[in-house]
């Protein structure tokens, strides 16, 4: 059995102007970022490579159509290296920019097995979260057919993965707590998969570690308290993105989807909504199981942090949702215009759609399993 596999190599740099110099950027580089992002950290560089704002092509999340415009404004240069600076939504789509096996969105979806890499691939995170800077994914709202898809082949790997503290100085505190959060279900859903080995638990383990760590300071002394830790924060979702790039996510992510397909809710947010719910669920299925571990490690983690903030509950699951409520507070989906005639659409398109992901459940999750979590978060 595999127990461990790392795609890119992985630096980390304290500046963007000490990673430009050691990779030698140049005419032959495209850097896919956001405008706010290059224009304070990169142009004063005054570097040749080409470049692309996403967001010139769409806001949110990355769809279909927004990929496919970018696909083809990229097919107007001839570049070697894709240098992907940015949140999910740029790295997501730089993952396709480096691959060959299709001419369109639709054909690399319908070509899966047949990809290949046609430019080297560096990707650099500027939030705390995704880890998909170590995974060979990519998802994708597909809006022909009303849900977000992964596509996915070992093509899509960086070729290095380059973390660098700097850039998360300037990110909002919403997306950093949404972010973070995201990297913590990352952590926990790989260390429940059935998949995980001894070496994908030792990485998930310790991103959760990390994480709880810092949100009880956040807990303690405020939002500010976050960048005394930012290193920690982004080596935390790296280390959460090896896990679940080799275990994978589960139930949580897999419900998160339809949700968000179609109220455009931010990825991390979105599966804030279910992530203590499907784990209160596994408990209720298989008490007597990992779960019963994780729990365990869950309190006394958040214990020996030593938070001043005063948190309630009887159990480690209790504890991590009332300190999760510290960082961020959760919406109900009804805050996001969910109805009731939303919810058994929402669980049918979870079961034909996210089989990929309910396959790494701790427990088989069912229909009506599936149903009750969404008209809990109602």
Sequence with gaps: MKQLYIGPEIHQFDTFKDFAEEFTLCASDLILTNEYIYKPFIEKLELPCGRIYQEKFGLGEPTDTMTQAILDEAAKGNYDRVIAIGGGTVID?????????????????????????????????????????????????RTRLGTKQGLVSPAMFADHAVLIPEFLQSLPYSVFATSSIDALIHAVESYLSPSATPYTEMYSLQAMQDILRGYCQIAERGQHARFQSSAEYLRASNYAGIAFSN????????????????????????????????????????????????????????????????????????????????????????????????????????????????????????????????????
């Excluded at 969105?105 to 995704?130: F, H, Q, S, W």
């Design 247 to 378: 275990s994978g996510c589960a139930a949580v992510h897999a419900m998160s989807y339809a949700l968000g397909g179609k109220y455009h809710v931010a990825h991390g947010e979105s599966n804030y909504q279910f992530f203590t719910d499907v784990l209160r669920k596994y408990q209720e299925k298989k008490p007597d199981g990992k779960i019963r571990t994780l729990d365990h490690f869950l309190q006394n983690t958040i214990a020996a942090a030593g938070s001043g903030a005063e948190l309630e509950g009887d159990t480690g699951i209790d504890l991590l949702e009332c300190l999760l409520s510290r960082v961020l507070e959760r919406k109900r989906m009804a805050d996001y215009g969910v109805t009731w005639e939303d919810i058994p659409v929402f669980a049918q398109s979870t079961i034909d759609n996210q089989q990929r992901l309910l396959k790494n459940n701790y427990i088989p999750l069912t229909l009506e399993d599936i149903t009750a979590i969404y008209q809990a978060r109602l």
């Design 93 to 141: 789509i730089a993952k396709v920019l480096v691959l060959g096996g299709g001419a369109t969105v639709d054909e690399l979806y319908d070509n899966m097995v047949g990809l290949t890499k046609a430019r080297r691939l560096i990707i650099i995170p500027t939030t705390c979260g995704t880890g998909s800077e170590v995974t060979n994914i990519s998802i994708l709202n």
